[in-house]
């Protein structure tokens, strides 16, 4: 830099000539003339795309399999060794391993995903379920817990359950709404079979019958993200993973599930007057505008059952989900509806409720 200075000092000051200052300081003219285009070193420029006479003819056909291969389990791709070989076994190239190996490099580093934070408006919810090891009635199981977080405020909503199921989703979402007083005006879900029946070839989700009627009952706009890509919802991911950190460690053990719930409830008010990094206020002051933004509770809330049909069998009894339930011996072998809540099931014929039983 001292060089620089000196030479550009002669020329603009001085009012030396490009050849005099050549001269005087021993260097190039092309030297002089680049010190007078540049206020300091450029560095290499590269005046021309690099030329590989052999490994360009080739090119298209490497791209074509490195597209391919975002198709392939991540075990199964292409190597740059392995498309070296290809291309010298069945494309007759001649040339070295090494411009291959840069070439695949740059090839991969440009193919890589990009992601732009997100934004996230007030009153719009993510749902997804969790699992843990609890202690329940003294016996150790797995619990399948509901995670419901507003991305906007991080407030948040975690209900456990002993299966995780249809109608623990509509279990989950009904307390949920309940909690906060109001019902998000959408919500971006995964793919669960519970609540997509099937994908369609152009992306649609054909939604399943109780999980429509849900959000029909409650109007709420639903989003799916991609499938395997948990950073669409990446709020309610973290949210299920502090949870699991925070309010399960170490292991819970309840007397029964209400108990568990309502501790786990206790600790989501108490998480709201957290501040979290890059806030300057609570979450609960910025739950007030996730709160206004919502839509109010409807008069009642949704039925958070499974709904399905069977037949009553020659014992009076009717099978749902692999455990019979008894009926009156007046409806044998006709036809009855189920409703199958989380702590309950109940039969009925027609209009009329005809058993109500614990759910086993």
Not at 308 to 337: F, I, K, L
């Amino acid at each position: 830099m001292d060089l620089y200075l000196k030479v550009r000092h002669a020329h603009f000051e001085e009012g030396l000539s490009g050849r005099q200052i050549a001269r005087d300081f021993g260097i190039s003219r092309d030297s002089v003339a680049n010190m007078l285009a540049y206020s300091e070193p450029p560095g290499y420029r590269r005046s021309a795309p690099i030329r590989r006479p052999k490994l360009d003819p080739f090119v298209a056909i490497i791209d074509v399999w490195l597209s391919e291969d975002k198709n392939r389990p991540r075990k199964q791709r292409h190597t740059a060794k392995r498309i070296f070989e290809r291309l010298r076994d069945e494309c007759r190239y001649d040339g070295g391993y090494t411009i291959v190996k840069d070439y695949v490099r740059g090839a991969k580093r440009g193919s890589r995903e990009m992601f732009v934070p997100l934004s996230h408006p007030p009153g719009h919810g993510q749902a997804d379920f969790g699992e843990a090891l609890v202690v329940i009635g003294g016996i150790e199981q797995k619990a399948y817990f509901f995670g419901f977080d507003l991305p906007h405020s991080d407030a948040c909503y975690i209900r456990a359950y002993p299966a995780a199921n249809t109608e623990t989703w509509l279990d989950g979402h009904v307390h949920a709404f309940a909690f906060f007083g109001a019902v998000p005006r959408s919500i971006l879900y995964d793919n669960d079979r519970c609540l997509v029946a099937k994908i369609m070839p152009d992306g649609t989700r054909n939604r399943t019958q109780r999980f429509s009627a849900m959000l029909s009952h409650y109007v709420i706009g639903d989003r799916c993200g991609r499938p395997g890509k948990c950073n669409d919802k990446g709020k309610v991911e973290g949210l299920v993973g502090y949870a699991r950190r925070n309010f399960m460690v170490p292991m819970p053990r309840f007397a029964d599930w209400d108990a568990f719930n309502d501790y786990l409830e206790d600790q989501c008010r108490k998480r709201q007057a957290d501040i979290l990094r890059g806030h300057k206020i609570s979450i609960g002051d910025r739950l007030v505008a996730d709160l206004a933004a919502m839509r109010d509770l409807p008069g009642a809330p949704f039925e958070a059952c499974d709904l399905q049909s069977g037949q009553v069998t020659s014992t009076s009894q009717v099978r749902y989900r692999g455990n019979d339930y008894s009926v009156p011996v007046a409806y044998g072998h006709r036809e009855v509806w189920i409703k199958g809540f989380v702590d309950r099931v109940v039969l009925g014929c027609a209009a009329e409720v005809i058993a109500d039983h614990p759910r086993s």
